[in-house]
């Protein structure tokens, strides 16, 4: 009787484990699908900004066709905040890139 109990108790803890590394790998598949998900929003943030700053660009651009400012004063009014926008971007770009390298790193430990 005593072996039958340690037989079943052993097929449990078997089934235990299975059971937790299932679990595991079914939370790394959902923190990767959280990875990616939050990568993406950051990307659509990124390219809002783009399109923000293209169409900045464009008004700016219809500005100086139209003649209403010339390119001199355009020039003197808009590089700080155009650089401002370049130096930021390039910043969040550089945040982004460094947690896709650090993501994959992480990806890579796992296979």
Known sequence: MNEMNK?????NLEQMEQETE???DELD???GTFKNMELDQKLESLEDQLKDLQQNK???NE???DKKISPEELSCQNKIPSIKSLMRFRRIWM???RRI???LSRDLEFE
């Not at 037989?7 to 097929?11: H, P, Q, S, T």
């Open 7 to 11: 037989d079943a108790l052993i097929e």
């Open 22 to 24: 299932n679990m595991e």
């Open 29 to 31: 598949r959902t923190l």
């Open 58 to 60: 464009d008004k700016l």
């Open 63 to 65: 500005l100086t066709d």
């Open 95 to 97: 945040r982004l890139r």
């Open 101 to 103: 390298l650090s993501w």
